[in-house]
């Protein structure tokens, strides 16, 4: 049993009261990974007397943070993407001429199981450094079924690795790969007929996601995807609505997806299925800001009742950066999400949108994943975005990074 004390500041994060449930000069206590005790500290029990001590050192102490978007295992350099995009050439059109995603799907072939493995793991420590204790991760980059696959199997080898829990998505359908180019509904049969069983054979995969947009894949196709997706027992998660609005919420909230993420373009209809069906919005407002896009309305998704989640889309192209607290800061500033909603989506929320539960809060019962930042308050936290590492990351009651 552990018992962290001399805390700043708490927030517990309770899964179906809004708010961070924020508590002043806090103790949590835990015992075999599991949180079983949070309060104040001049209310601990004196049946914890015995615990092991750690110290927050007056910090702020959260639920070890949830990235549930992320494109962890990729290879290559779009760097001189970056440049041109500065220099006015829009996403889509390098896109459009073999650049952006199929650009990394080339690199991503290439590279050997061991290299693809290296980087995910420099990624993931560098996360865990930032809190992140849990991590959602997408294939997409492979288009092949051997390469989708292999991804999916570098998930399972880093997830097995720990320290972090790793949420695998086969993302077949992120990009029509160039040798289908003339066959999208070859391509569209090979993701439900091979692709799609074989990740749930294998136990390969959580979710299944599909790219809506032009120039990606169309609802109808999303359609037959999460039909196979929901036949093998995958759960549906939608890049909805990011460059345009195709209708991409509607359709997460009619397929019963987990989450719609991105939504740059949603409607108020939009809005109003996924507060109806229970779908969670995920911001990724990294992305939003790298392609010079307005933010995704959070502000007008919360009031209308739509559980919103931040996430980073770490990825070579729209998000190159794996700060899931620069998202947070970011969703406060650019979206008027409160700190406390900025920190629900980044813990909770997010949980929910992988639908894990019993992470991303620090209530009795829940996982004793916590990070501990030196700042006295969850506002000094988030007011100011320093790039400054966690002072301490818990998993599962362990400590494994500080
Ligand atoms: O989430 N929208 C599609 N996919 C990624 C971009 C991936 C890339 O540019 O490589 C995204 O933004
Ligand atoms: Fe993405």
């Given at each position: 049993?552990?018992?962290?004390?001399?805390?700043?500041?708490?927030?517990?994060?309770?899964?179906?009261?809004?708010?961070?449930?924020?508590?002043?000069?806090?103790?949590?206590?835990?015992?075999?990974?599991?949180?079983?005790?949070?309060?104040?500290?001049?209310?601990?029990?004196?049946?914890?007397?015995?615990?092991?001590?750690?110290?927050?050192?007056?910090?702020?102490?959260?639920?070890?943070?949830?990235?549930?978007?992320?494109?962890?295992?990729?290879?290559?350099?779009?760097?001189?993407?970056?440049?041109?995009?500065?220099?006015?050439?829009?996403?889509?059109?390098?896109?459009?001429?073999?650049?952006?995603?199929?650009?990394?799907?080339?690199?991503?072939?290439?590279?050997?199981?061991?290299?693809?493995?290296?980087?995910?793991?420099?990624?993931?420590?560098?996360?865990?450094?930032?809190?992140?204790?849990?991590?959602?991760?997408?294939?997409?980059?492979?288009?092949?079924?051997?390469?989708?696959?292999?991804?999916?199997?570098?998930?399972?080898?880093?997830?097995?690795?720990?320290?972090?829990?790793?949420?695998?998505?086969?993302?077949?359908?992120?990009?029509?790969?160039?040798?289908?180019?003339?066959?999208?509904?070859?391509?569209?049969?090979?993701?439900?007929?091979?692709?799609?069983?074989?990740?749930?054979?294998?136990?390969?995969?959580?979710?299944?996601?599909?790219?809506?947009?032009?120039?990606?894949?169309?609802?109808?196709?999303?359609?037959?995807?999460?039909?196979?997706?929901?036949?093998?027992?995958?759960?549906?998660?939608?890049?909805?609505?990011?460059?345009?609005?195709?209708?991409?919420?509607?359709?997460?909230?009619?397929?019963?997806?987990?989450?719609?993420?991105?939504?740059?373009?949603?409607?108020?209809?939009?809005?109003?299925?996924?507060?109806?069906?229970?779908?969670?919005?995920?911001?990724?407002?990294?992305?939003?800001?790298?392609?010079?896009?307005?933010?995704?309305?959070a502000?007008?998704?919360l009031?209308?009742?739509?559980?919103v989640?931040?996430?980073?889309?770490?990825?070579?192209?729209?998000?190159?950066?794996?700060?899931?607290?620069?998202?947070?800061?970011?969703a406060c500033?650019?979206q008027r999400m409160t700190?406390?909603e900025a920190?629900?989506g980044?813990?909770?929320?997010?949980?929910?949108?992988?639908?894990?539960?019993?992470?991303?809060?620090?209530?009795?019962?829940?996982?004793?994943?916590?990070?501990?930042?030196?700042?006295?308050?969850?506002?000094?936290?988030?007011?100011?975005?320093?790039?400054?590492?966690?002072?301490?990351?818990?998993?599962?009651?362990?400590?494994?990074?500080?």
């Open positions: 049993m552990t018992a962290l004390t001399d805390i700043g500041q708490l927030a517990t994060c309770p899964p179906d009261d809004p708010g961070a449930g924020l508590v002043d000069r806090a103790a949590l206590v835990w015992d075999e990974g599991v949180v079983v005790w949070a309060g104040p500290e001049a209310d601990l029990p004196a049946r914890f007397a015995d615990a092991e001590r750690l110290s927050a050192h007056g910090g702020l102490v959260v639920p070890g943070l949830v990235d549930c978007h992320t494109h962890l295992v990729h290879a290559g350099d779009r760097s001189g993407e970056f440049v041109e995009r500065i220099e006015g050439t829009p996403y889509l059109e390098i896109a459009g001429r073999g650049g952006g995603i199929l650009s990394t799907v080339r690199a991503t072939r290439a590279a050997s199981d061991a290299d693809l493995e290296a980087s995910g793991r420099e990624r993931l420590d560098a996360m865990l450094r930032q809190g992140v204790t849990t991590v959602e991760a997408k294939s997409g980059y492979g288009l092949t079924v051997a390469d989708e696959m292999r991804t999916l199997r570098v998930h399972r080898r880093l997830a097995d690795a720990g320290p972090q829990r790793i949420v695998s998505t086969l993302l077949a359908a992120h990009a029509v790969p160039p040798e289908y180019a003339d066959d999208r509904a070859g391509y569209v049969r090979l993701v439900v007929d091979e692709m799609i069983p074989k990740a749930a054979a294998d136990g390969l995969a959580a979710f299944v996601d599909v790219f809506v947009e032009q120039g990606a894949f169309t609802g109808s196709e999303a359609r037959t995807i999460f039909a196979a997706a929901a036949a093998h027992g995958l759960g549906a998660k939608l890049h909805a609505d990011q460059l345009s609005d195709t209708g991409g919420a509607a359709l997460s909230a009619s397929v019963g997806a987990a989450s719609a993420d991105h939504l740059e373009y949603v409607s108020d209809a939009g809005g109003a299925a996924l507060a109806a069906a229970g779908v969670v919005a995920v911001s990724l407002p990294i992305a939003t800001l790298v392609l010079g896009q307005e933010p995704l309305p502000r007008r998704l009031d209308a009742g739509v559980r989640a931040v996430a980073t889309d770490f990825n070579p192209g729209s998000a190159p950066s794996a700060s899931l607290p620069l998202a947070m800061w970011l500033t650019r700190p406390a920190l629900r980044a813990t909770v929320e997010a949980a929910r949108a992988l639908r894990l539960d019993g992470v991303g809060t620090l209530v009795p019962g829940g996982v004793a994943d916590v990070a501990v930042f030196e700042a006295p308050s969850l506002y000094a936290w988030l007011a100011g975005w320093r790039a400054e590492p966690a002072a301490r990351a818990v998993a599962a009651g362990e400590t494994v990074w500080m």
